[in-house]
């Protein structure tokens, strides 16, 4: 291979390299400062729903997540270190599924089920009361310059936001739940 046939991949390589980080960093800056609110989407759980008959206390009658969902939580609790995000509290869904996105992202977080699936019956029939508490929750929460994180549910962030996340997907948004940034 000739020089210049190898300075222009290293370069190449250098300059593609250098937008993804820059975007990377972009789309963080909302949560740079603290006291907003980001919503992570479980991490990858192969399936849809729950299966019939499952128990939110039992985690083996519920869809968890693959080995490529414990990889991309430990993604973003590293990708919450690298971009410096400070944390105020970490909440989760009581799904296994929620949980274990939170606890190999970030350690520490408490189950809050206002962040529970309303996808499927019978959690589908208190839906409308339970934003609204969790709307109440938020607009009542004084971050003391962290972030709040929610790890939830496809249902809940659409809910929210109008946002349709994929799995591991995080969405910051405001105490008016104005959409700042996603982060795929």
């Not at 019978?122 to 009542?140: G, T």
């Not at 995080?170 to 982060?183: G, R, W, Y």
Request: charged fraction near 25%.
């Amino acid at each position: 291979m000739n020089r210049s046939i190898a300075l222009h991949i290293l370069f190449s390589i250098f300059f593609f390299s250098f937008l993804n980080v820059s975007n990377v960093y972009a789309n963080w800056e909302p949560a740079k400062d603290g006291d907003r609110i980001i919503l992570i989407r479980h991490s990858i759980a192969p399936g849809s729903g729950d299966p019939a008959g499952f128990k939110i206390k039992d985690c083996k009658t519920q869809r968890n997540l693959s080995q490529e969902g414990v990889r991309q939580s430990k993604k973003i609790g590293k990708l919450f270190k690298q971009n410096q995000i400070k944390i105020d509290k970490v909440l989760s869904s009581q799904w296994c599924r929620c949980k274990d996105t939170a606890k190999y992202a970030f350690k520490n977080y408490k189950e809050f089920s206002a962040l529970n699936s309303t996808f499927q019956s019978p959690y589908d029939k208190n839906a409308k009361k339970q934003i609204k508490e969790l709307r109440d929750y938020i607009q009542k929460w004084s971050g003391n310059g962290g972030n709040l994180v929610l790890v939830t549910h496809y249902v809940i962030i659409t809910s929210l936001t109008n946002v349709a996340p994929r799995s591991g997907e995080i969405v910051i948004i405001d105490k008016n739940f104005n959409v700042l940034s996603t982060i795929n």
